[in-house]
Protein backbone atom coordinates (compact mmCIF):
# COMPACT_ATOMS: atom_id res chain seq x y z
CA UNK A 1 0.00 0.00 0.00
CA UNK A 2 1.28 3.46 -0.79
CA UNK A 3 0.45 6.98 -1.15
CA UNK A 4 1.73 9.21 -3.97
CA UNK A 5 2.26 11.96 -5.24
CA UNK A 6 3.52 12.27 -8.74
CA UNK A 7 5.21 15.18 -10.49
CA UNK A 8 4.58 17.75 -8.12
CA UNK A 9 6.08 20.99 -9.68
CA UNK A 10 7.66 24.01 -7.21
CA UNK A 11 9.63 26.95 -7.67
CA UNK A 12 12.50 26.70 -5.57
CA UNK A 13 16.64 28.03 -5.50
CA UNK A 14 18.64 25.13 -5.05
CA UNK A 15 21.97 24.95 -6.71
CA UNK A 16 25.76 25.41 -6.54
CA UNK A 17 26.20 28.14 -8.91
CA UNK A 18 25.35 31.73 -7.49
CA UNK A 19 22.39 32.52 -9.93
CA UNK A 20 20.83 29.18 -9.37
CA UNK A 21 20.05 30.57 -5.43
CA UNK A 22 19.01 34.17 -7.30
CA UNK A 23 17.44 33.22 -10.08
CA UNK A 24 15.87 29.94 -9.33
CA UNK A 25 14.27 27.25 -11.05
CA UNK A 26 11.30 24.41 -11.50
CA UNK A 27 12.08 21.26 -9.97
CA UNK A 28 9.32 17.94 -10.13
CA UNK A 29 9.12 16.19 -7.19
CA UNK A 30 7.33 12.64 -6.77
CA UNK A 31 6.86 10.76 -3.57
CA UNK A 32 5.37 6.81 -2.64
CA UNK A 33 5.21 6.36 0.94
CA UNK A 34 4.31 3.06 2.06
CA UNK A 35 1.91 2.57 5.09
CA UNK A 36 -0.79 0.50 5.61
CA UNK A 37 -3.95 1.81 5.16
CA UNK A 38 -6.29 -1.23 5.61
CA UNK A 39 -8.31 0.90 7.93
CA UNK A 40 -9.27 3.78 5.92
CA UNK A 41 -10.34 1.39 3.22
CA UNK A 42 -12.57 -0.36 5.66
CA UNK A 43 -13.94 2.89 7.42
CA UNK A 44 -13.62 5.93 4.89
CA UNK A 45 -11.93 7.72 7.43
CA UNK A 46 -8.61 9.92 7.03
CA UNK A 47 -7.65 9.01 10.18
CA UNK A 48 -6.64 5.64 9.04
CA UNK A 49 -3.81 6.60 6.29
CA UNK A 50 -2.18 9.17 5.41
CA UNK A 51 -3.04 12.72 4.14
CA UNK A 52 -1.34 13.36 0.62
CA UNK A 53 -2.09 17.10 1.14
CA UNK A 54 0.18 17.15 4.67
CA UNK A 55 2.94 14.86 2.61
CA UNK A 56 2.63 17.67 0.36
CA UNK A 57 2.94 20.52 3.08
CA UNK A 58 5.78 18.73 4.23
CA UNK A 59 7.75 18.86 0.65
CA UNK A 60 6.41 22.30 0.36
CA UNK A 61 8.15 23.80 3.10
CA UNK A 62 11.20 21.66 3.05
CA UNK A 63 11.78 22.40 -0.87
CA UNK A 64 11.14 26.46 0.64
CA UNK A 65 14.87 26.41 2.11
CA UNK A 66 17.18 26.46 0.22
CA UNK A 67 20.70 24.04 -0.63
CA UNK A 68 23.00 23.91 -2.32
CA UNK A 69 22.58 20.10 -3.12
CA UNK A 70 19.37 18.29 -4.01
CA UNK A 71 21.41 15.28 -1.97
CA UNK A 72 20.57 17.93 0.95
CA UNK A 73 16.93 18.59 0.25
CA UNK A 74 15.95 14.72 -0.17
CA UNK A 75 17.29 14.02 2.98
CA UNK A 76 15.64 16.46 4.80
CA UNK A 77 12.08 15.88 3.20
CA UNK A 78 12.78 11.72 3.70
CA UNK A 79 13.38 12.52 7.44
CA UNK A 80 10.47 14.99 8.06
CA UNK A 81 8.41 12.31 6.29
CA UNK A 82 8.90 9.79 8.92
CA UNK A 83 9.14 11.84 11.63
CA UNK A 84 5.49 13.52 10.83
CA UNK A 85 3.98 10.46 9.63
CA UNK A 86 4.72 7.42 12.08
CA UNK A 87 3.17 4.47 10.15
CA UNK A 88 4.97 5.23 7.33
CA UNK A 89 7.40 2.09 6.71
CA UNK A 90 9.26 3.24 3.49
CA UNK A 91 9.70 6.25 1.38
CA UNK A 92 10.86 7.18 -2.64
CA UNK A 93 11.34 10.37 -3.13
CA UNK A 94 12.27 11.52 -6.38
CA UNK A 95 13.60 15.55 -7.50
CA UNK A 96 14.33 16.26 -10.42
CA UNK A 97 15.37 20.07 -11.12
CA UNK A 98 14.06 21.08 -14.61
CA UNK A 99 16.40 22.01 -17.33
CA UNK A 100 19.58 22.40 -15.54
CA UNK A 101 22.06 24.89 -16.21
CA UNK A 102 25.04 22.21 -17.26
CA UNK A 103 24.70 22.95 -21.04
CA UNK A 104 22.97 19.85 -22.23
CA UNK A 105 19.86 19.53 -23.77
CA UNK A 106 18.12 17.46 -21.48
CA UNK A 107 14.34 17.60 -19.69
CA UNK A 108 15.97 17.63 -16.21
CA UNK A 109 18.60 16.33 -13.80
CA UNK A 110 18.17 14.65 -10.31
CA UNK A 111 18.39 12.39 -7.49
CA UNK A 112 16.32 9.62 -6.11
CA UNK A 113 16.34 8.03 -2.53
CA UNK A 114 14.58 4.86 -1.34
CA UNK A 115 14.67 4.76 2.13
CA UNK A 116 13.55 2.31 4.85
CA UNK A 117 12.60 3.66 8.22
CA UNK A 118 14.99 2.41 10.75
Known sequence: MKIILDSVRIYAFHGVMPQENKIGAYFTVSAELETD???????????????YADVFDVIKKEMATPSKLLEHVGGRIITTLFR?????????????????????DCKGAGIEIEETRK
Open 37 to 51: FSRAMATDELEGTVS
Open 84 to 104: SFPTVTKIKLRIIKENPPMGA
